[in-house]
């Protein structure tokens, strides 16, 4: 059974590869599109399958030598044999892992909503620090960043910011950021030297292509308006920002960074799309009733997912009770280690059969 559909999944990927370089794909740019994305996902699936293939040919020929050897060429011959026996194993298990429900998300790029909650202008300064640490990451990455919205606070720090994180793994190792982030530090507005405690949230959204969501004009109202600085005065004289309300699902998009209306409008309508696609998502998967509104919770300092301690250079997630010392390096940029082990977290609930694990790759 298993061969058998790792056989269909070749024959899939040859057609694919037969499909890719037809004019009639290149013509079309969502074909184009989901071939692409296909073959790659059947690629390292196919690819692992005929070396696993290879290895069976390995052990067999061994065995075979092994009945027709003696002495010292028997002592070789066994070794090559645990070795090919060991290659088996490792590449079936990769195999199972590779078999696993893929996420659809896989692949897209990034919305990313860090907003301030709790703490006042701390967690303001706090939502600021995520941000920087979050573009750091990017850089370290090699993805690309793009500020669709900021909200400045009074004092340097960020009401809300949304931005894009482009590139091919962008989903797969941010898409576990989302949640209410804790830190514990003497804050700059601290004039005793205590300890609080604030925290901020963080959305990770798909990005989502226009075939992926169909949206009526009927039914949006749109809004536009002067935009506004952080005191609440005018910044320009014209009526440049925009407001998008989706009045099915009741969700609000407002951008006013750019001068042109034109340009707010479409990254509104960029992130509105995002939302919607996840909105759709969590309803398909039968989870939560808003799995948007259950990554940020009600921004409380109790709800966190991760907790940032200054006075100890610590950072703990405590969704995989994972502690590291080192909160000065992950503030710079430095996430991989927590994104890998929240990435082998996943999959392990995912080969153990774990239904939330399932719904949500």
Do not use: C
């Amino acid at each position: 059974m298993f061969d058998d559909r790792l056989k269909a999944l070749e024959a899939e990927f040859e057609e694919v590869e037969r499909e890719l370089p037809a004019p009639a794909t290149l013509t079309d740019p969502a074909r184009l599109r989901d071939l692409s994305r296909r073959h790659k996902e059947l690629e390292e699936i196919v690819g692992t399958w005929r070396r696993l293939e290879a290895a069976r040919g390995d052990v067999a020929t061994a065995h075979e030598m092994l009945e027709s050897t003696s002495g010292d060429d028997r002592d070789m011959v066994r070794t090559e044999l645990e070795a090919a026996e060991a290659s088996v194993t490792a590449l079936a298990a990769r195999l199972h892992s590779l078999l696993l429900p893929r996420d659809p998300n896989d692949g897209r790029n990034v919305i990313v909503e860090i907003r301030g909650a709790e703490g006042g202008e701390e967690a303001n300064l706090f939502a600021r620090d995520l941000f920087t640490m979050y573009t750091r990451y990017a850089a370290q990455r090699g993805w690309g960043v793009e500020v669709l919205s900021e909200s400045p606070s009074e004092r340097d720090g960020l009401n809300e910011v949304v931005f894009m994180v482009k590139g091919e793994d962008a989903w797969r190792r941010l898409e576990h950021e989302g949640g209410p982030h804790r830190v514990q530090r003497v804050p700059v507005t601290e004039s005793k030297g205590r300890v609080h405690t604030s925290s901020a949230t963080v959305t990770v959204l798909p990005e989502a292509d226009e075939v992926d969501v169909s949206v009526d004009p009927a039914d949006l109202k749109i809004d536009v308006y002067r935009s506004t600085g952080p005191g609440g005065q005018s910044v320009n004289t014209t009526d440049s920002a925009v407001r998008i309300t989706h009045l099915p699902t009741g969700i609000v998009v407002a951008m006013q960074d750019e001068k042109s209306q034109i340009q707010n409008r479409a990254k509104a309508m960029t992130v509105l799309r995002a939302r919607l696609l996840k909105a759709e998502q969590d309803r398909r998967s039968s989870e939560l009733a808003k799995q948007r509104r259950s990554q940020v919770g009600g921004g409380g300092r109790s709800e966190k997912i991760r907790t940032y301690n200054f006075r100890e250079n610590r950072v703990t997630d405590h969704r995989i009770n994972l502690t590291l010392h080192k909160l000065d390096q992950v503030l710079a940029g430095d996430l991989d280690e927590l994104a890998d082990a929240l990435m082998a977290d996943k999959r392990t609930r995912q080969l153990g059969g774990d239904d939330q694990a399932d719904s949500a790759a």
